[in-house]
C-alpha cells in the first residue's frame, strides 16, 4: 500500500509512520517529528478589553462631525456612536432627531453627504426604522418615517 492509500483508509500518521518504519525506535522518532509544534498562547494584550459604551454627549459630537469640524471621526468612533445611540438617547425622539442630522450633514465645500458611506446610510436608515416602528409617540414615529422617505 501507498502512503495516499493509508492516508485515504483513514489511519493515523502515526500508524502509517510506524507501518513504513525498519524499527519501533524510528517509527516513535518519525511520529514525534510529525507532530505539529503547539502554538504558545498568545500574549495579553493591554487593549482586549472592548470599549465602553459612548455617552450621549459623546455621540452627539461623533454624529455631528465632531463638533462642527466638518470632518468625520475615525472609522471605529463613527459606528460605535451610531449603534449605540438608540440605547443611550434620552428619548427615542432624541435619537431621531440625531440620525436625521447625520444623514442630512453636508461638507462645507460641496452638496456632497458629509458621511457618504453606503454602509453608514444604511445602518441610520435601519436605524430610523426600528425606532418609528417601536415609537408609541405619534410625531417621533412620522419624523423617523419622512427622514426615511427623504432618504429614498
Not at 456612536?81 to 453636508?106: C, M
Not at 426604522?129 to 417601536?134: C, E, L, R, T
Request: with cysteine; aromatic share 6%.
Amino acid at each position: 500500500l501507498s502512503l495516499r492509500a493509508l492516508g485515504c483508509v483513514g489511519l493515523g500518521l502515526q500508524l502509517v509512520l510506524r507501518f513504513l518504519a525498519p524499527s519501533p525506535v524510528v517509527a516513535v522518532r518519525r511520529a514525534k517529528d510529525a507532530e505539529p509544534p503547539k502554538p504558545a498562547p498568545p500574549a495579553a494584550m493591554a487593549d482586549d478589553a472592548p470599549p465602553s459604551a459612548p455617552t450621549w454627549e459623546e455621540i452627539e459630537v461623533v454624529l455631528s462631525a465632531a463638533g462642527g469640524a466638518g470632518e468625520p471621526a475615525d472609522i471605529c468612533a463613527l459606528y460605535r456612536a451610531l449603534f449605540s445611540a438608540r440605547q443611550a438617547a434620552p428619548s427615542k425622539g432624541a435619537a431621531v432627531e440625531l440620525l436625521v442630522r447625520a444623514l442630512q450633514l453636508r461638507r462645507s465645500t460641496s452638496e456632497a453627504p458629509l458621511f457618504s458611506s453606503v454602509l453608514f446610510r444604511h445602518e441610520c436608515c435601519y436605524l430610523l426604522g426600528q425606532i418609528g416602528a417601536d415609537c408609541e409617540d405619534e410625531p417621533c414615529r412620522l419624523a423617523a418615517y419622512n427622514a426615511l422617505h427623504s432618504v429614498l
